[in-house]
């Protein structure tokens, strides 16, 4: 057994080598069994934030994660110092399986797509009803990426205080979104109860464009947030600077997450399988068995007219659902 400096986790095995020469090496991966269990909350020019067992702690990538990302909801392994003392660094020697990966689109010189946030559950499409006005294409972009990370759809329409929201809802009606209506100024007496209600026990990333309100909301459920302006906070370990980054929130009782997403703007669609996102369509998905193999669901060979046309679902499904594969097409201001 030969150890790699002592930064390396990775014992090399070399394995005497078999009667046909030499056999390869075997990598026995380290099990870690003391490792503690983490969950990331920002992560910074590549330091991580973690809370472990309820204290906040500062960590880099183990060597041995390759090229492996660490992001905004994994979960991780970490050993080394875990005391969360000024100036302490502690090691993430391990990324669990990730539930869902939500991916962003990639700056312009940038040609991956990256993974935005792990393990959310829900998508919380923050829109106002007015000022700025809301952008349905906007939306449904959305709306794909989310169906097609497999998170659940919330939509959250603010500023109701200057238009009326049945419009949009009316829009969004056939497909069956979930939905809650804002205004600033009863978010602070009890308005923000509605939206509190729909993140109980889960993890929802809050996407909207700026301008919206998301700020004035996410703080009205997080009030503790507020004091991460000026001074590193207690909550999240995040000070000024890094206040564009992904950042993850505990809400105040405990039950659930706020994930903020700051600068991320749009996302990456165009490697949205057409078969994932008719997934949240159970009333469509089983006519597409009569589809030509590939089928865009939106060419004249598409069987779901035909589903459509017996009756199995209703035409402004169908319509919803195209449109919404329509809206992968990358189009100038998204
Ligand atoms: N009339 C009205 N204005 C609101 C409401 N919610 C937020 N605003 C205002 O809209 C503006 C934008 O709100 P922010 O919370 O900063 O919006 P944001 O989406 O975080 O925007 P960026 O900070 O630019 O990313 C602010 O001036 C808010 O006071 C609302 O319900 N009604
Ligand atoms: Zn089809």
């Known amino acids: 057994m030969r150890r790699y400096g002592k930064d390396s986790d990775e014992d090399d095995i070399r394995v005497r080598p ?6 390869p090496r075997t990598r026995i991966r380290p099990k870690h069994e003391d490792a503690s269990e983490g969950f990331v909350t920002t992560v910074d020019r590549g330091r991580c934030t973690c809370l472990v067992d309820g204290r906040v702690i500062t960590a880099m990538k183990a060597r041995e994660l ?33 539930d869902s990966v939500l991916r962003r689109t990639a700056d312009d010189d940038d040609p991956y797509e990256r993974v935005v ?10 829109t106002a009803l007015a000022d700025p006005e809301p952008r349905p294409r906007m939306i449904d972009r959305c709306l794909v990426a989310a169906y097609d990370s497999g998170l659940e759809p919330l939509l959250v329409l603010t500023k109701s205080d200057l238009a009326p929201a049945d419009p949009l809802l009316d829009v969004y009606a056939p497909l069956g979104v979930p939905y809650v209506v804002t205004t600033r100024d009863t978010l602070g007496s009890g308005g923000a109860d509605a939206v509190r209600e729909r993140l109980k026990d889960r993890m929802t990333v809050f996407v909207g464009h700026s301008g919206v309100g998301k700020t004035t909301l996410v703080n009205a459920l997080v009030p503790e947030r507020q004091r991460a302006t000026g001074h590193v906070n207690a909550v999240t370990g995040r000070g000024r600077h890094t206040t564009t980054s992904v950042l993850a ?9 706020v994930i903020d997403t700051p600068g991320v703007r749009s996302f990456g669609l165009h490697h949205v399988d057409p078969g994932r996102v008719i997934k949240a369509f159970p009333d469509l998905e089983p006519g597409t068995e009569g589809c030509p193999r590939a089928c865009s669901h939106d060419e004249p060979d598409c069987a779901l007219d035909e589903w459509v046309a017996q009756g199995q679902a209703e035409p402004a499904r169908l319509e919803s659902l195209r449109r919404l594969l329509a809206s992968r097409e990358r189009r100038e201001g998204d």
């Open 18 to 23: 078999g009667r046909r020469g030499s056999r």
């Open 66 to 98: 390759g090229r492996k990302s660490v992001v905004v909801g994994d979960q991780v392994a970490l050993v080394g110092d875990l005391s969360g003392d000024e100036g302490s660094l502690a090691r993430i020697v391990r990324v669990e399986d990730r």
């Open 117 to 126: 946030v792990a393990n959310a559950d829900q998508m919380a499409i923050v």
């Open 249 to 257: 929130l505990p809400l105040s009782d405990g039950a659930g997450w």
